[in-house]
Structures are given as structure tokens and as C-alpha cells.
Nanobody, 124 residues
């Protein structure tokens, strides 16, 4: 099992930036995809971005494309989500998830492991 710990959330004004981190530990796999998801109150968890660990390929939800950037640091076993031009509708708990293999799924239930989440609040 992979242990994932998110950090970096907080309160920011609209137009501001935050960088989330997801540190992975425990059993590791050579072939894994890491994803960021978010869940706002009363809503289902939705896909934000994913990265294939082996080659760095990325995929984004249309709602964040051009504003968010997912990246990884192999040496630190950490995935980042740089969030710029934040909007009030980006307010949610953000979760880091991992799935074995190479497919960048957008469905959160297709992932094997996930963290406890970190709150992001964007004020207008």
C-alpha cells in the first residue's frame, strides 16, 4: 500500500496562487499514475489533473487547463499541483490519489490509494 500525505492548502484571494504537495511513501511501483481530485461541499469528487510517473505525461480537466500545473520530483517521491489564477469555484478539499499502471483515469474510484486531503479556500 502507498501512503499519501497532502499539504499546502489554505485561504487565498481570487487571482492568487497556491502549491499543493503530495508525498508518497511505503510500497512503491515502477508504473504508477498520480492524480489530483477535489470535492466541494455537497458535490461529488471530481478529477483535476494526473501525471504518469514514468514519462511525466500529464492530463488536465478543462476547468483548470492553463491555470494549474501538475509535476513530480522523482528524488522526493512527491507530486505537486501549482494552482494559479484561483477562482472561488476552485474551493474544495483536494485529494492526491495513486493507481498502478499507465492509464490516467479521471474517475476517482479507479485509483487504489488516496490521502486525507487538504482544504483550499478561495475568497472573492
Amino acid at each position: 500500500q502507498v501512503r499519501l500525505v497532502e499539504s499546502g492548502g489554505g485561504l487565498v484571494q481570487a487571482g492568487g496562487s497556491l502549491r499543493l504537495s503530495c508525498a508518497a511513501s511505503g510500497r512503491t511501483f515502477s508504473s504508477v499514475v498520480m492524480g489530483w481530485f477535489r470535492q466541494a461541499p455537497g458535490k461529488e469528487r471530481e478529477f483535476v489533473a494526473a501525471i504518469r510517473w514514468s514519462d511525466g505525461s500529464t492530463y488536465y480537466a478543462d476547468s483548470v487547463k492553463g491555470r494549474f500545473t501538475i509535476s513530480r520530483d522523482n528524488a522526493k517521491n512527491t507530486v505537486y499541483l501549482q494552482m494559479n489564477s484561483l477562482k472561488p469555484e476552485d474551493t474544495a478539499v483536494y485529494y492526491c490519489e495513486a493507481v498502478r499502471g499507465i492509464v490516467m483515469y479521471t474517475g476517482p474510484k479507479l485509483y487504489n490509494d488516496w490521502g486525507q486531503g487538504t482544504q483550499v479556500t478561495v475568497s472573492s
